[in-house]
């Protein structure tokens, strides 16, 4: 429902010139709230959403206080720090890794210069010391694949316990089909299991990756492969109960930044259906984000160059 237009509006004549005034911007806290002027606030920022135009008060106020007063922002940006980490540390530390090539370059390089070998010989040292190098190379690549990997997983399972006891989780114990029975009971109708949800299959697939590089077991290989054929490279069925499953599973940077992009649509709908969040929303209804559009406005004004405190 649209404002009445009888509404007395906020006199802002005294506010004009103050720029360094939340009020100058239509942003008032009162009672330790948010109380937003939209009509004001509109001249400076593009509203998050015009649906907050709409509304029997005189001010807009959000629907929380904080950021993570959201549950689905909790998981959404874990999965963005655990991209970061990915990024600045440990691809950086591949990066850094001394491929087949290199080591090929450095033993012809330091064969020629010992004068001890001819041009030729020296080529075919450095192709010997590539064709050595690949196999180690691989491996090592390939174990920190599935070394962040299980960290993230490990990340993401301890959130999602930490979220449950949040919610009135008692058990001291935890299991996928422990967090699926629990937002079962906390959906209000309509109560589905994980296996309905319609992305429920990124978090099933990343779950069963992460349990076959825990076990290394038939039993869990047997599960991946028969629900997601992809993840697995063994054309001729040889691998055996306590086998490395580094040997045969399909685990590379791509599949861990395809995880890390895509995990939240499963935990965007279990926020949804189990919590009652609205997960677009959540992305800036709640206090903290209108305070924090405002000030950095404001600093933008009062400290162009962007100056420490101290200075």
């Given at each position: 429902?649209?404002k009445?237009?009888?509404?007395?509006?906020?006199?802002?004549?005294k506010?004009?010139?103050?720029?360094?005034?939340?009020?100058?911007?239509?942003?008032?806290?009162k009672?330790?709230?948010?109380?937003?002027?939209?009509?004001?606030?509109?001249?400076?920022?593009k509203?998050?959403?015009?649906?907050?135009?709409?509304?029997?008060?005189?001010y807009?106020?959000?629907?929380?206080i904080?950021?993570?007063?959201?549950l689905?922002?909790?998981?959404?940006?874990?999965?963005?720090?655990?991209?970061r980490?990915?990024?600045?540390?440990?691809?950086?530390?591949?990066?850094?890794?001394?491929?087949?090539?290199?080591?090929?370059?450095?033993?012809?390089?330091?064969?020629l210069?010992?004068?001890?070998?001819?041009?030729?010989?020296?080529?075919?040292?450095?192709?010997?010391?590539?064709?050595?190098?690949?196999?180690?190379?691989?491996?090592?690549?390939?174990?920190?694949?599935?070394?962040?990997?299980?960290?993230?997983m490990?990340?993401?399972?301890?959130?999602?316990?930490?979220?449950?006891?949040?919610?009135?989780?008692?058990?001291?114990?935890?299991?996928?089909?422990?967090?699926?029975?629990?937002?079962?009971?906390?959906?209000?109708?309509n109560?589905?299991?994980?296996?309905?949800?319609?992305?429920?299959?990124?978090?099933?697939?990343?779950y069963?990756?992460?349990?076959?590089?825990?076990?290394?077991?038939?039993?869990?290989?047997?599960?991946?492969?028969?629900?997601?054929?992809?993840?697995?490279y063994?054309?001729?069925?040889?691998?055996?109960?306590?086998?490395?499953?580094?040997?045969?599973?399909?685990?590379?940077?791509?599949?861990?930044?395809?995880?890390?992009?895509?995990?939240?649509?499963?935990?965007?709908?279990?926020?949804?259906?189990?919590?009652d969040?609205?997960?677009?929303d959540a992305?800036?209804?709640?206090?903290?984000?209108?305070?924090?559009?405002?000030?950095?406005?404001?600093?933008?004004?009062?400290?162009?160059?962007?100056?420490?405190?101290?200075?």
């Amino acid at each position: 429902m649209k404002k009445s237009s009888k509404t007395i509006r906020k006199d802002y004549t005294k506010l004009e010139n103050e720029y360094d005034n939340r009020g100058h911007y239509g942003l008032f806290i009162k009672s330790g709230r948010v109380k937003l002027d939209t009509k004001r606030y509109k001249k400076f920022f593009k509203l998050p959403d015009n649906k907050i135009e709409h509304r029997k008060s005189v001010y807009y106020t959000p629907s929380r206080i904080r950021k993570y007063d959201y549950l689905s922002n909790i998981f959404s940006d874990k999965l963005l720090q655990l991209k970061r980490l990915w990024i600045n540390e440990f691809s950086k530390a591949i990066d850094i890794i001394k491929t087949p090539k290199q080591v090929e370059e450095d033993v012809r390089t330091v064969n020629l210069m010992d004068g001890v070998l001819d041009y030729d010989e020296a080529n075919m040292s450095g192709m010997l010391a590539n064709i050595r190098r690949q196999k180690p190379y691989k491996f090592v690549i390939k174990s920190i694949y599935a070394q962040f990997f299980q960290q993230m997983m490990a990340e993401i399972n301890a959130l999602s316990l930490r979220v449950m006891v949040s919610q009135g989780y008692k058990s001291e114990d935890f299991s996928k089909k422990a967090f699926d029975i629990f937002i079962q009971g906390k959906q209000k109708s309509n109560q589905i299991q994980f296996p309905d949800f319609d992305n429920y299959y990124i978090f099933d697939r990343a779950y069963l990756v992460w349990n076959f590089l825990k076990h290394n077991s038939l039993r869990s290989y047997d599960e991946l492969k028969r629900k997601y054929p992809e993840m697995i490279y063994d054309p001729n069925n040889n691998y055996k109960n306590g086998d490395l499953a580094l040997t045969v599973l399909k685990i590379d940077e791509r599949y861990i930044l395809d995880c890390l992009d895509n995990l939240h649509k499963f935990f965007d709908e279990v926020c949804e259906r189990g919590f009652d969040e609205n997960v677009k929303d959540a992305k800036w209804d709640y206090d903290d984000y209108f305070i924090e559009q405002v000030d950095l406005e404001i600093e933008g004004i009062t400290n162009p160059l962007g100056l420490p405190a101290w200075v």
